[in-house]
């Protein structure tokens, strides 16, 4: 869980950016998001080939379309 105490003569609006500057550092809103609804292991593992699909097609554009072995 993410915190933040009030420090002496900070104002709520330092305050709010700190805890939304730790919420982004802590992942804590794509957690959230990819645990919303469920996912079968089957869907997981498709979703993972798709990404590194578009991965491995980008790696290969900004080489320029060029292997490497």
Same mark, same amino acid.
């Given at each position: 869980? #993410? #915190?933040v105490e009030l420090r002496p003569? *900070? +104002?709520q609006e330092s /305050? /709010? &950016?700190r805890f939304r500057k730790k919420v982004i550092r802590? &992942?804590? /809103?794509s #957690?959230? $998001?990819k645990k919303r609804y469920f996912v079968s292991k +089957? *869907?997981?593992? =498709? =979703?993972a080939r798709l $990404?590194?699909?578009r =991965? *491995? $097609?980008k790696r290969q554009r900004r080489n320029g379309g060029q292997y490497r072995w």
């Open positions: 869980m #993410t #915190t003569g *900070e +104002s /305050l /709010l &950016r802590g &992942r804590i /809103l #957690t959230v $998001k +089957s *869907e997981q593992r =498709r =979703r $990404k590194a699909v =991965r *491995e $097609k």
